[in-house]
T-cell receptor
Framework: AQSVSQHNHHVILSEAASLELGCNYSYGGTVNLFWYVQYPGQHLQLLLKYFSGDPLVKGIKGFEAEFIKSKFSFNLRKPSVQWSDTAEYFCAVNAAGGYQKVTFGIGTKLQVIP | GAVVSQHPSRVICKSGTSVKIECRSLDFQATTMFWYRQFPKQSLMLMATSNEGSKATYEQGVEKDKFLINHASLTLSTLTVTSAHPEDSSFYIC??????????FGPGTRLLVL
């Protein structure tokens, strides 16, 4: 079974600072990777996903993530955060091939200070 | 994008009563829907996978007689918490699968059992 770890549980940044949220997964086979975001008072939304191909994935709102297979990582990045990026971010993984259940990380709360 | 709704958004009930939560995919057909439970400061925990026209698949440790799932159509799945007790108080989230791997989430239902 796969597992996901997100190292930073709470991150506080000033506006315009660069962001990198760590995500590592544990699974021996091919995986699909996701980042979801939950803004305050709202439901989970898909930020970006990786199935195959270019390991650098671009998502909505200027976010990107890079899949590094050798490190079992899928870190989320944004060059310059805004106050509106304040939210909780969840990394998720499932085994590729057919449908396999998705496993979520514990989430990282990002607080952006104006 | 794909929209998933849940109803009700919050419910308070007395111990021993049953509560039904609806999950609808509004602009796409979902052969598979998922029910999650989210505890405070924890990640989403998959409870069950709901397939249209067939019995739900429950995760280990989830009582199928307590959490009844019905997926009668391609746009509606229901979760009924039977004989609810205070320990069932939680945030219940559904998601619907649009393509092979991507899930879209509902806004969640906050259940409080007194």
């Amino acid at each position: 079974a796969q597992s996901v770890s997100q190292h930073n549980h709470h991150v506080i940044l000033s506006e315009a600072a660069s962001l990198e949220l760590g995500c590592n997964y544990s699974y021996g086979g091919t995986v699909n990777l996701f980042w979801y975001v939950q803004y305050p008072g709202q439901h989970l939304q898909l930020l970006l996903k990786y199935f195959s191909g270019d390991p650098l994935v671009k998502g909505i709102k200027g976010f990107e993530a890079e899949f590094i297979k050798s490190k079992f990582s899928f870190n989320l990045r944004k060059p310059s955060v805004q106050w509106s990026d304040t939210a909780e971010y969840f990394c998720a993984v499932n085994a590729a091939g057919g449908y396999q259940k998705v496993t979520f990380g514990i989430g990282t709360k990002l607080q952006v200070i104006p | 994008g794909a929209v998933v709704s849940q109803h009700p958004s919050r419910v308070i009930c007395k111990s021993g009563t049953s509560v039904k939560i609806e999950c609808r995919s509004l602009d796409f057909q979902a052969t598979t829907m998922f029910w999650y439970r989210q505890f405070p400061k924890q990640s989403l925990m998959l409870m069950a996978t709901s397939n249209e026209g067939s019995k739900a698949t429950y995760e280990q440790g989830v009582e199928k007689d307590k959490f009844l799932i019905n997926h009668a159509s391609l746009t509606l799945s229901t979760l009924t918490v039977t004989s609810a007790h205070p320990e069932d108080s939680s945030f219940y989230i559904c998601s619907a699968r649009e393509d092979k791997q991507t899930q879209y989430f509902g806004p969640g239902t906050r259940l409080l059992v007194l």
